[in-house]
């Protein structure tokens, strides 16, 4: 038998003297998705290996800031006062998540949410029943809720607003404790974990997947599935290759992983016939402080607001970019800068101060009367509490006074929990991937299943298309890995 570390082309199973390995379902990927699809294979009584290629698992959810989208009425949201039903969370990620998001998944996503927070719980997931009550990417507390831009317009007139974001408890990021649990979950259960195990390509006998070639130090090994490969590999933002001829706007940007997430999963389903959706899709982490840009304004390089700035920041990340190639500002005044806690600046110091909006205007180098007619046009609502242009909300419209400043979003962020590691414009990562069924079935371009291929999290194109939210990352990737786990357990 021959292999190669390059090619993704899958190997016929006839080629394959002996396989190293069988087992009844093979999972690749021991980040949260994968993490998920284990348990729920063994839980449904197949035996099940987790191959990872790092020594251990975690992968990118474990640098994640934790926060895991779930609703419908949770014991979260419940201990602090929230009603919510799956219907109103269904109406918000319809419209949040981006033209084309796929609303089945989304359906089963949210009428099952209870069902998924309380089966996280039961892994030993921790969750605070307090809720964080201001605009923030990762509150600098371990509150257990937070908003994700529900209560914000357009999303409070298309559905009844409630708290989603539910946060692992933890000091800092709360990915790091997310996978510790469920690989401590792992640990306690009877599936196999492989290690410093790199796949690279599918084994099938006709149009049946039914294993894998992986390297393991430089050993070439194999494994068979009788029932079922799992890809729970991750996206492809660390591959500049597959960014490039897929997603040219994020070229050159700061990628929000751990640094595998190459789309080799991605890859070897495409050969073995998977079709592919949203792959131009990406969420944009954009640098600034969500606390500073609800007290003021975000404005393009001709001094105009174009979003409503209360509304999840992410959604402000890809507007800036995809709409504005990053060149943005942040608009604000001594006061707002002032009403920010120092823990939540981040770093964060204006980059031009100045006694009138025309003499910040002339430092960031707008056209003349560009951001004082839109200062202006601001304040003359603000002292009203309206907002005719956006809509944003009473509780953070008040009219700028001076001193002005004005922050430059390319020049970075550095956030405690990455230290001088941080930085740049924007972290991204990609969206888009295989398609697959709400069971995790992977689909080929007639939109029939591939036999035997299953798939969940960042490797699939799953809830979202062009529209993101904290939390649909994690709890996509942790509630469609436990169906395909489950799924490819079952098939005979």
């Known amino acids: 038998m021959s292999t190669s570390a390059s ?18 379902v093979l999972v690749v990927g021991f980040g949260c998705a994968g993490a998920a699809a284990a348990l729920a294979a063994e839980a449904a009584g197949a ?9 251990g698992g975690g992968g990118s959810a474990a640098l994640s800031g934790g926060e895991i989208y779930l609703g419908g009425g949770t014991a979260i949201q419940q201990a602090c ?8 969370m269904t109406k918000f990620l319809l419209a949040a998540l981006g ?14 949410s209870v069902e998924h927070y309380e089966w996280l719980v039961a892994q030993g997931v921790p969750f605070k029943p307090s809720l964080w009550d201001s605009p923030t990417w990762v509150p600098p507390t371990d509150d257990g809720l937070m908003w994700m831009g529900e209560n914000a317009h357009p999303f409070c007139d298309l559905a009844t607003p409630a708290p989603r974001g539910h946060r692992v408890t933890s000091d800092g990021f709360g990915g790091k404790v997310l996978m510790a649990v469920l690989g401590d979950a792992i640990a306690s259960s009877a599936v196999a974990v492989h290690t410093d195990t790199s796949v690279r390509r599918l084994i099938v006998e006709g149009d049946h997947v039914v294993g894998v070639t992986a390297g393991h130090f430089g050993e070439t090994v194999t494994y068979r599935a009788r029932r079922g490969v799992v ?23 700061g990628v929000n992983s751990d640094g595998g997430d190459d789309g080799r999963g991605i890859r070897m389903a495409q050969a073995a016939g998977a079709a592919i959706r949203h792959m131009s899709a990406g969420q944009v982490g954009i640098s600034l402080i969500p606390g500073m ?26 507007a800036a970019l995809f709409e504005h190639g990053l060149r943005v500002w942040v608009i604000l005044d001594e006061q707002g800068y002032d009403e920010v806690p120092e823990n939540e600046r981040w770093g964060v110091a204006p980059h031009f101060v100045a006694e009138t909006v025309a003499e910040l205007e002339h430092e960031i180098g707008m056209p003349e009367g560009a951001l004082q007619n839109t200062v202006a046009e601001y304040n003359r609502y603000a002292g009203a509490g309206i907002d005719p242009y956006f809509h944003k909300s009473a509780r953070w419209l008040r009219p700028l006074r001076a001193p002005f400043a004005a922050i430059d979003v390319r020049r970075g962020i550095a956030p405690p ?15 888009g991937g295989v398609c697959t069924t709400v069971d995790g079935m ?28 904290s939390g649909t990352s994690l709890g996509d990737g942790t509630f469609f890995g436990r169906r395909a786990g489950t799924a490819a357990a079952e098939r005979r």
């Not at 006062?81 to 109103?88: H, L, Q, R, V």
Request: charged share 25%; with cysteine.
């Open 81 to 88: 006062g929230f009603a919510d039903t799956a219907e109103e």
């Open 7 to 24: 090619t993704v082309r899958p190997l016929a199973a006839s080629d394959v003297d002996a396989f190293t390995y069988e087992t009844d």
């Open 99 to 112: 033209p084309d998001a796929d609303a089945e998944k989304i359906r089963q996503y949210c009428e099952n």
């Open 47 to 55: 035996e099940t290996v987790l191959l990872e290629r790092q020594s």
């Open 417 to 431: 929990e990455y230290g001088a590691a941080g930085g740049g414009g924007a972290e991204v990562f990609t969206l």
């Open 231 to 253: 890809i729970t590999t991750g996206g492809f933002a660390d591959n500049t290759e597959m960014v490039a001829h897929h997603a040219p706007q994020l070229v050159g940007l």
């Open 442 to 469: 992977v689909l080929d371009l007639d939109g029939e299943a591939i036999p035997g291929l299953f798939a969940a999290g960042r490797a699939t194109s799953g809830l979202h298309s062009w529209g993101y939210i």
């Open 293 to 318: 840009m609800v007290r003021g304004m975000i404005v393009d390089e001709l001094g105009r607001r174009f979003i409503n700035e209360d509304v999840y920041p992410g959604l402000v990340g890809q």
